[in-house]
């Protein structure tokens, strides 16, 4: 399939309702070794909050993001259907906090963890976009974040990823 037939079927470039896609089709799009479909497929899901027959699980959806957001740290696609670097940091911390809102302190601390093992297995780039876009934004005005984050403080690796939140 091209990145064509996979926004197309998901209607992704018109406002028209089109029928809620198999939940297959969705997982071989968020399972498709190519950053693009798996791009459309997560704006399809989360940024367009439209359906899929049956619903993901939860932890089938955050499990498969969770990678997706990696590559896009990692790869830094320019493609225009997956996020930037800076875009994947911004969208984890969209993410993070619409969980921690919810009170979901579960997934937060799969999150917390993840993104643990992302700055310390990263080099400067991806530490910088964490850094800059993580936790500036994150530890704004909600002093229970740096309570959550603050194991973190006593690491001397993981210290710097706060430093500028």
Not at 18 to 39: N, S, T
Not at 93 to 108: H, M, V
Not at 115 to 137: N, Q, Y
Not at 152 to 158: A, G, I, T, V
Request: proline content about 2%.
């Amino acid at each position: 399939m091209t990145i064509e037939e996979v926004v197309d079927k998901l209607g992704l470039l018109d406002e028209a309702e089109v029928a809620a896609p198999d939940q297959r089709f969705i997982i071989a799009c968020i399972e498709d070794d190519r950053l693009a479909i798996q791009g459309a497929a997560y704006q399809y899901l989360d940024l367009k909050r439209r359906p899929v027959e049956p619903a993901l699980a939860h932890d089938v959806f955050r499990d498969a993001y969770l990678t997706y957001l990696e590559r896009c740290f990692r790869e830094n696609p320019q493609d225009g259907w997956a996020f930037e670097r800076y875009e994947a940091a911004i969208e984890y911390r969209r993410w993070f906090g619409k969980t921690w809102l919810a009170g979901d302190k579960e997934t937060a601390s799969i999150l917390k963890t993840w993104l643990s093992g992302l700055f310390r297995t990263s080099g400067a780039e991806i530490r910088e976009a964490i850094r800059s876009h993580v936790f500036c934004g994150l530890f704004r005005g909600d002093r229970s974040l740096r309570k959550f984050f603050a194991d973190w403080e006593n690491d001397l690796e993981l210290r710097r990823a706060c430093e500028l939140g």
